[in-house]
């Protein structure tokens, strides 16, 4: 598998997303957003961090570079994309995901281990999870709240686009398990072809057992086909 | 302009030294060499209280790279592989401005770091607050927070560990200290010294503005009430820019094309071209038309003395200029050869075809006025309180009240507001004695903690300055690491006053004592003077950094109870010592009376035996004793776990007070397994180490037979409730 993964200047999970990447075996390239030319890739990574500093609005000026042209081309294609957190919010920014991510509801950065329901496994991106599976992984963001209007929110429903809820160890998934205010506590969702997934929380941050645990794993593993 | 007396003042300098900068340049000097001397001249550069007293400090061992006296210290931590970093304050701008005070002292902080040529892994900060009453406090603590999540949480470095403690000494003056730690390869390491004739000076990073001009003069006096007025002398951060310069600084340092390096931090781009100038015995020659500023028509004054953020300075080689500008140009970071060095051992500033100052280095740096300020000693106090002499309370309802205060609350409200993952290599995060980073892709870690404790350091400085440096090495050993060095920022008020200048001598004294009998040296540090407003000073307070090393294969430990019908052991004798305790200051409000003594060699001991049993995989989980005293330690070790604890209370028990609230130092709680309890006594007994069981591990509730009986989540709550609330 041919994975790329987007360095904008202030992306800080570049790094991150590689070493999963490269653990799981995948032929991984590093590419800068000044490049127009997109390596052949089957799975593309937009990774987290502050890309231009996330002046003027989260994900907004990386929406509106070089290479996220090559990136929505691709998507259109079929190519496999993944945005955590920062990807997730220049996800939204491009519109190749629907809905917007807001302000945290504290209005306060926040950084915290939360469990996570994996909704379905009927997609390349969960299969090697269990439907309903609860997991564990880690947070960090100001602006993951997320919120889209009731018409489309049932389009997500109807359609199963729902990747992730936010939900507690037991798995109930109500306000007290929601970390940010997030719309029916939604910590992840799809396109309509279920090739691209944005998600707030960081697979990539929990996949050694001698760091802290490997939930995440399951979901680059997912992708190997 | 004619450089009359009231100017001279305006820019810190006494008038004795104004007349010392005449007889060095043999002529007056004009308005922008007044300016440059005064960047050079106050405290905070050039160190002219402090020298002395610095001087006694432990800084040599075999693992010592660097020692202090660079951007950074350098320790090896062997398989080529070398630790940077340092601690450094920012004291007076936070609490001026505190979101971008705080900022712009981890972005200085990190900078620091990189330009030695390490990559920084972790950020840790102690932050020091008046007394939450205080009407300023609130805003302050949010700010102050927010401002170094900010900085770290956009550059990408997790912020893993740290103290935040409040008193009424720093109603009008917080303490704002952050500290960064980084990696480098041994054989890459950079300094500042200039080398060789003729080579170009190059700018890069951000441009210059009018922002933080005069900063380390105002970090060089006392606060009045005038002090809102000194806003416009804070810096600006902006994290994005320094994510881009890091990136390309540590790019460029894979070539062998930097001769020297050093970033611009107090006063800027004067105090950086005349530190590698000075290092290198060499002079330095600018032009200062080719400084990129973010303004037109900025002086040359505004440029020499602008604390602009995000700014370095390179020596290169000769013919590298284009090399390192692709570089450069690739992050949209400007690069601009400024000058050249000289033969000369002057600073020469041009500007529109003139020399506009010219200045020797030495009457900069070595002729820089250096003071033996009278210092008074001080005695250690004797005890005064008897328990028995107070007002009878209840131990359940004084456990309560200590549990939930501000002091000794959780943090989670505060270091939520920080990533501590990004990276990808933080083993153990906040919360514990010590966070835990692993050095990317090797099977080791380092360990690192912050710490400080100003009430011991004012009641007698010596003992202080001695137990934070153990209490530092302690927080090391219960995450099994080795400490290996230590960084300190020393925290102190004005100088001129011979109290505080005794406090600050004999911390350092006590601080080298303990230092040199535990092999944990200083190899980095900062010294903060002038911290009080209208001649109230605040509590001496030295905070210690201390990294240490976990070796292959890495044992993850930290305080967190782990199972059922464990022993839980102290190590340590307890002796009761009340006075300067968490117990009298919380309940009776009582400050007096001596710290707790600090003994050397049982610290060593005992941390030593705590060492061998970690790496022996004798231990569950381990924690150290400190403020609080035993009964908080224990509680700490429930709260996010599973399992509480049964205590008993030991049958030469004399007062249960002085026993669970007593601040005797040198002492750990351990959790072991049952079938080891044989084999752990054994060996205390072979390495003359007291300890004795003080309860078995349960499921569920915290309790002290006859005392108090909690369930662990609502112990939980009581500990993490006072930040939310406040």
Same mark, same amino acid.
């Given at each position: 598998?041919?994975?790329?993964?987007?360095?904008?200047?202030?992306?800080?999970?570049?790094?991150?997303?590689?070493?999963?990447?490269?653990?799981?075996?995948?032929?991984?390239?590093?590419?800068?957003?000044?490049?127009?030319?997109?390596?052949?890739?089957?799975?593309?990574?937009?990774? *987290? *961090?502050?890309?231009?500093?996330?002046?003027?609005?989260?994900?907004?000026?990386?929406?509106?570079?070089? =290479?996220?042209?090559?990136?929505?081309?691709?998507?259109?294609?079929?190519?496999?994309?993944?945005?955590?957190?920062?990807?997730?919010?220049?996800?939204?920014?491009?519109?190749?995901?629907?809905?917007?991510?807001?302000?945290?509801?504290?209005?306060?950065?926040?950084?915290?281990?939360?469990?996570?329901? &994996?909704?379905?496994?009927?997609?390349?991106?969960?299969?090697?999870?269990?439907?309903?599976?609860?997991?564990?992984?880690?947070?960090?963001?100001?602006?993951?709240?997320?919120?889209?209007?009731?018409?489309?929110?049932?389009?997500?429903?109807?359609?199963?686009?729902?990747?992730?809820?936010?939900?507690?160890?037991?798995?109930?998934?109500?306000?007290?398990?929601?970390?940010? *205010?997030?719309?029916?506590?939604?910590?992840? =969702?799809?396109?309509?072809?279920?090739?691209?997934? *944005?998600?707030?929380?960081?697979?990539?941050?929990? &996949?050694?057992?001698?760091?802290?645990?490997?939930?995440?794993?399951?979901?680059?593993?997912?992708?190997?086909? | 302009?004619?450089?009359?007396?009231?100017?001279?003042?305006?820019?810190?300098?006494?008038?004795?030294?104004?007349?010392?900068?005449?007889?060095?340049?043999? $002529?007056?000097?004009?308005?922008?060499?007044?300016?440059?001397?005064?960047?050079?001249? +106050?405290?905070?550069?050039?160190?002219?209280?402090?020298?002395?007293h610095l001087k006694n400090l432990y800084t040599k061992n075999k693992n010592v790279i660097q020692g202090p006296g660079e951007n950074a210290g350098v320790i090896d931590i062997g398989d080529g592989d070398a630790i940077v970093f340092k601690i450094e304050s920012?004291?007076?701008?936070? #609490?001026?401005?505190?979101?971008?005070?705080?900022?712009?002292?981890?972005?200085?902080?990190?900078?620091?770091? #990189?330009?030695?040529?390490? $990559?920084?892994?972790?950020?840790?900060?102690?932050?020091?607050?008046?007394?939450?009453?205080?009407?300023?406090?609130?805003?302050? %603590?949010?700010?102050?927070?927010?401002?170094?999540?900010?900085? @770290?949480?956009?550059?990408?470095?997790?912020?893993?560990?740290?103290?935040? /403690?409040?008193?009424?000494?720093?109603?009008?003056?917080?303490?704002?200290?952050?500290?960064?730690?980084?990696?480098?390869?041994?054989?890459?390491?950079?300094?500042?010294?200039?080398?060789?004739?003729?080579?170009?000076?190059?700018?890069?990073?951000?441009?210059?503005?009018?922002?933080?001009?005069?900063?380390?003069?105002?970090?060089?006096?006392?606060?009045?009430?005038?002090?809102?007025?000194?806003?416009?002398?804070?810096?600006?951060?902006?994290?994005?820019?320094?994510?881009? %310069?890091?990136?390309?600084?540590?790019?460029?340092?894979?070539?062998?094309?930097?001769?020297?390096?050093?970033?611009?931090?107090?006063?800027?781009?004067?105090?950086?071209?005349?530190?590698?100038?000075?290092?290198?015995?060499?002079?330095?020659? %600018?032009?200062?038309?080719?400084?990129?500023?973010?303004?037109?028509?900025?002086?040359?004054?505004?440029?020499?003395?602008?604390?602009?953020?995000?700014?370095?300075?390179?020596?290169?080689?000769?013919?590298?200029?284009?090399?390192?500008?692709?570089?450069?140009?690739? !992050?949209?970071?400007?690069?601009?050869?400024?000058?050249?060095?000289?033969?000369?051992?002057?600073?020469?500033?041009?500007?529109?075809?003139?020399?506009?100052?010219?200045?020797?280095?030495?009457?900069?740096?070595?002729?820089?006025?250096?003071?033996? $300020?009278?210092?008074?000693?001080?005695?250690?106090?004797?005890?005064?309180?008897?328990?028995?002499?107070?007002?009878?309370?209840?131990?359940?309802?004084?456990?309560?009240?200590?549990?939930?205060?501000?002091?000794?609350?959780?943090?989670? !409200?505060?270091?939520?507001?920080?990533?501590?993952?990004?990276?990808?290599?933080?083993?153990? $995060?906040?919360?514990?004695?010590?966070?835990?980073?692993?050095?990317?892709?090797?099977?080791?870690?380092?360990?690192?903690?912050?710490?400080?404790?100003?009430?011991?350091?004012?009641?007698?400085?010596?003992?202080?300055?001695?137990?934070?440096?153990?209490?530092?090495?302690?927080?090391?050993?219960?995450? @099994?690491?080795?400490?290996?060095?230590?960084?300190?920022?020393?925290?102190?008020?004005?100088?001129?006053?011979?109290?505080?200048?005794?406090?600050?001598?004999?911390?350092?004294?006590?601080?080298?004592?303990?230092?040199?009998?535990?092999?944990?040296?200083?190899?980095?540090?900062?010294?903060?003077?002038?911290?009080?407003?209208?001649?109230?000073?605040?509590?001496?307070?030295?905070?210690?950094?201390?990294?240490?090393?976990?070796?292959?294969?890495?044992?993850?430990?930290?305080?967190?109870?782990?199972?059922?019908?464990?022993?839980?052991?102290?190590?340590?004798?307890?002796?009761?010592?009340?006075?300067?305790?968490? #117990?009298?200051?919380?309940?009776?409000?009582?400050?007096?009376?001596?710290?707790?003594?600090?003994? %050397?060699?049982?610290?060593?001991?005992?941390?030593?035996?705590?060492?061998?049993?970690?790496?022996?995989?004798?231990?569950?989980?381990?924690?150290?004793?400190?403020?609080?005293?035993?009964?908080?330690?224990?509680?700490?070790?429930?709260?996010?776990?599973?399992?509480?604890?049964?205590?008993?209370?030991?049958?030469?028990?004399? +007062?249960?007070?002085?026993?669970?609230?007593?601040?005797?130092?040198?002492?750990?709680?351990?959790?072991?397994?049952?079938?080891?309890?044989?084999?752990?006594? /054994?060996?205390?007994?072979?390495?003359?180490?007291?300890?004795?069981?003080?309860?078995?591990?349960?499921?569920?509730?915290?309790?002290?037979?006859?005392?108090?009986?909690?369930?662990?989540?609502?112990?939980?709550?009581?500990?993490?409730?006072?930040?939310?609330?406040?």
């Open positions: 598998m041919n994975s790329s993964v987007i360095v904008f200047p202030g992306s800080n999970c570049d790094r991150d997303i590689a070493v999963a990447l490269e653990k799981l075996q995948f032929k991984n390239r590093m590419v800068w957003h000044k490049d127009s030319d997109l390596p052949k890739s089957d799975l593309i990574v937009i990774p *987290g *961090g502050f890309s231009y500093g996330d002046y003027l609005r989260s994900g907004a000026i990386a929406a509106k570079s070089n =290479i996220i042209n090559e990136v929505i081309k691709a998507a259109n294609h079929g190519c496999l994309i993944l945005g955590v957190c920062n990807g997730f919010q220049i996800l939204i920014e491009t519109g190749l995901l629907k809905g917007a991510l807001l302000r945290n509801k504290n209005l306060k950065f926040l950084s915290k281990d939360v469990f996570v329901k &994996v909704v379905k496994n009927d997609n390349k991106f969960c299969k090697k999870y269990k439907s309903g599976q609860i997991i564990k992984l880690n947070i960090a963001h100001n602006e993951g709240n997320y919120f889209i209007n009731s018409e489309n929110l049932k389009k997500l429903e109807d359609k199963n686009l729902i990747a992730f809820k936010y939900c507690n160890q037991k798995g109930e998934i109500n306000e007290g398990s929601n970390p940010n *205010g997030s719309l029916n506590n939604i910590a992840g =969702i799809f396109n309509e072809n279920k090739n691209i997934l *944005g998600m707030m929380p960081h697979p990539e941050r929990m &996949v050694d057992k001698t760091i802290s645990s490997e939930d995440g794993i399951n979901l680059f593993s997912s992708l190997l086909g | 302009m004619k450089i009359t007396n009231k100017l001279v003042e305006e820019h810190g300098l006494k008038l004795e030294e104004y007349s010392k900068i005449k007889e060095l340049l043999d $002529r007056e000097p004009n308005l922008l060499e007044l300016g440059i001397f005064s960047a050079m001249w +106050n405290e905070h550069c050039s160190y002219k209280s402090s020298k002395f920012h004291n007076h701008p936070s #609490f001026i401005e505190p979101y971008q005070g705080a900022a712009t002292g981890v972005g200085g902080i990190l900078r620091d770091v #990189f330009t030695m040529g390490a $990559r920084p892994i972790a950020l840790l900060n102690s932050i020091h607050f008046g007394s939450p009453e205080n009407k300023k406090t609130r805003n302050l %603590l949010h700010g102050v927070v927010s401002g170094i999540g900010g900085y @770290g949480n956009c550059i990408g470095i997790p912020t893993v560990a740290g103290e935040t /403690k409040f008193n009424s000494t720093y109603n009008e003056n917080i303490l704002v200290n952050a500290m960064a730690v980084g990696h480098a390869k041994k054989d890459k390491i950079f300094y500042s010294k200039a080398k060789g004739i003729g080579k170009s000076v190059v700018y890069v990073g951000s441009k210059t503005g009018r922002d933080g001009i005069h900063g380390a003069s105002m970090a060089s006096a006392e606060f009045d009430e005038n002090s809102e007025e000194k806003k416009p002398t804070v810096q600006v951060g902006d994290p994005f820019t320094e994510k881009l %310069l890091m990136e390309a600084c540590l790019e460029l340092m894979k070539d062998n094309s930097i001769i020297s390096i050093q970033d611009m931090g107090a006063a800027g781009l004067t105090s950086s071209s005349v530190e590698m100038a000075f290092k290198g015995d060499l002079g330095i020659e %600018l032009n200062l038309d080719k400084v990129p500023c973010r303004e037109e028509g900025m002086s040359p004054y505004e440029m020499m003395l602008s604390e602009s953020q995000e700014r370095m300075l390179i020596i290169l080689e000769k013919d590298k200029e284009d090399f390192a500008k692709k570089i450069f140009d690739k !992050w949209d970071l400007d690069f601009v050869v400024i000058g050249k060095t000289t033969n000369t051992k002057k600073i020469t500033l041009n500007y529109k075809q003139k020399i506009v100052a010219d200045i020797p280095i030495d009457a900069l740096s070595s002729k820089a006025p250096q003071y033996q $300020r009278k210092w008074n000693k001080i005695k250690l106090s004797e005890k005064k309180i008897n328990i028995k002499d107070l007002k009878k309370i209840k131990f359940e309802d004084s456990f309560l009240r200590i549990f939930s205060s501000s002091n000794q609350s959780n943090k989670n !409200w505060i270091t939520e507001q920080y990533d501590q993952m990004v990276m990808g290599d933080t083993i153990q $995060r906040s919360g514990g004695d010590a966070a835990v980073i692993k050095i990317h892709n090797k099977d080791k870690a380092i360990a690192v903690t912050v710490d400080s404790s100003a009430k011991y350091s004012k009641s007698h400085p010596k003992t202080g300055g001695k137990q934070i440096v153990c209490e530092s090495w302690r927080n090391l050993i219960s995450v @099994g690491a080795k400490p290996i060095a230590i960084t300190n920022c020393l925290n102190f008020g004005n100088p001129e006053n011979p109290e505080i200048m005794g406090e600050f001598a004999e911390s350092i004294l006590g601080i080298k004592e303990a230092c040199e009998y535990l092999n944990y040296p200083v190899v980095s540090g900062n010294v903060s003077f002038y911290n009080g407003t209208n001649k109230k000073n605040i509590y001496p307070t030295p905070v210690i950094g201390g990294v240490g090393l976990v070796s292959k294969p890495i044992k993850k430990v930290n305080h967190i109870l782990k199972g059922e019908e464990n022993p839980v052991l102290i190590v340590g004798k307890t002796f009761g010592h009340l006075d300067q305790s968490t #117990f009298f200051e919380e309940i009776y409000s009582i400050n007096e009376g001596p710290p707790p003594e600090v003994n %050397l060699l049982n610290e060593k001991n005992n941390g030593e035996f705590i060492l061998y049993l970690i790496k022996s995989n004798l231990i569950k989980s381990a924690h150290d004793i400190s403020a609080g005293g035993l009964i908080v330690a224990l509680a700490e070790m429930c709260v996010g776990s599973n399992y509480g604890i049964k205590i008993e209370k030991p049958k030469r028990l004399s +007062n249960i007070f002085e026993y669970f609230y007593g601040e005797d130092q040198g002492r750990y709680l351990i959790e072991i397994e049952k079938k080891n309890l044989e084999k752990v006594e /054994k060996l205390s007994k072979k390495n003359n180490i007291f300890q004795e069981i003080i309860g078995f591990t349960q499921k569920n509730t915290f309790e002290l037979k006859g005392e108090l009986k909690i369930n662990i989540k609502d112990l939980f709550n009581i500990n993490n409730k006072w930040y939310y609330n406040y």
